[in-house]
Structure formats: C-alpha cells, structure tokens
C-alpha cells in the first residue's frame, strides 16, 4: 500500500550532524512532533507540510542523484508510513538514516536503517517522554544523540552513558545547543573526561545560520 505522508520539506544539502557529517544528503522531513523541545529548531514543521504518496516522494529523492538520505522531522515515527517509506528507500539501495526523538517505540524499524536516536536531557523540558525501552534496539551502526545546554545536562547524559551502558552498544554523540552552551567549553569538558564520545556541532548552521532547506 503506498500510504500518503505530510511532508514539510524535501531538500539536498551536506549532513550537518552524525558520523556521516559533510556527506550529501537528501533530507526528508516529516510533519508533526509530540514533543515540544525548548532548544527545538524546526518548530515550522510541527504543523502545515503537503501530502505526497510515497511514490512522489522516492521521485523526489531519485531526482537528486544522491545515495545518503536522512528521515527527519519533526518527529518522523508519528506517521504510520513512515517505516513503509524507509523500507522501499532501503530495497532501492539507499543508504538510509531516521533522526528520531526517542519518544516513540522504533521496535519496527528495519534494521537496516541507521538510527539516531535522542535521549532528551534535563534542560529540553521533555525528559520525562524518553522510552528507555528503545536502548534494546539500537546497533553499533546506530548513535544516541545528546543536546547538552549546560553543565547539568552535561553531568546527566555522562550518567546515562554509565547506567545503560551506551558505548558498548552504539555510538554516542554530544551536541552543544548554540549560542546557548559555548562549543569550546562542551569539546574542552569531553577532553577533561576523557569520553569517548563523538563531539558534534551542527555544521549546517556555521555554513547557512538557520536557513530553511540548508
């Protein structure tokens, strides 16, 4: 069944963020979100986006030339044709990636698709919708994302680590939100401990601030 999907935007861009940073990508960002973050960056997608058949939408993608694709949102599990879509990309031989918040079960998701997943901290005001549950699914080929606003947030997600033993299940990304956590204090704190963390900082934004499509 080629279930329809409200899309916000479909655009072609350098991946900003995850261990496939710099790579060109098409990005698929899915309208509507449960969660409201408060370092969220893409509140235009929580409503509005057009709905395109999955067919019209692989088109899209096709038309790009490009083998990378990141299922984004919003939050992209909260349409149910969301997985369909990911496994047609799949079978088409795309390397496929899903930006998920960690709110919703990915039980479903195909193994095959990389999935990066948040673990919302304490200063996103949405630490109480993480599903732990979710850790059990997650591969070395998949990464826990962090967002860390301040040294709280910092301390917690270092004790998350310990208490589900992330680095011996996936990779683990620590993200500074900016223009609020200074990159050079969050990279400078990581060398003081010694993680053995990926520290990321949204490229996208240094390249094109917060155009739309970028």
């Keep these: 069944m080629d279930q329809a999907l409200r899309i916000s935007e479909i655009f072609y861009s350098l991946q900003g963020e995850t261990n496939t940073v710099g790579i060109p990508t098409v990005f698929v960002r899915l309208t509507g979100c449960p969660l409201r973050c408060s370092y969220c960056d893409t509140e235009y997608a929580f409503t509005g986006g057009e709905k395109f058949s ?8 096709q038309a790009f030339n490009c083998q990378y694709v990141t299922i984004t949102g919003g939050e992209p599990l909260a349409q149910p044709g969301c997985n369909a879509l990911m496994v047609k990309l799949l079978d088409l031989g795309f390397l496929v990636s899903l930006e998920t918040s960690g709110a919703l079960d ?9 999935k990066v997943m948040d ?3 304490p200063s996103s005001g949405e630490i109480q919708r993480n599903r732990y549950a979710n ?3 997650l591969t070395v080929q998949d990464q826990v994302k962090f967002v860390i606003a301040d040294d709280v947030d910092y301390q917690w997600s270092k004790q998350q680590m310990i208490d589900h033993q992330l680095l011996d299940r ?4 620590f993200s500074p939100v900016m223009g609020v956590m200074p990159a050079v204090e969050l990279a400078e704190k990581i060398l003081a401990d010694q993680l053995a963390v990926r520290f990321q900082i949204q490229l996208h934004k240094y390249l094109w601030n917060d155009a739309r499509g970028k």
């Design 54 to 61: 999955q067919a019209e939408i692989i088109s899209k993608i």
């Design 106 to 114: 990915v039980s479903a998701v195909d193994p095959r698709v990389v």
């Design 119 to 121: 673990l919302k901290t």
């Design 135 to 137: 850790i059990e699914y």
């Design 170 to 173: 996936c990779q683990v990304l």
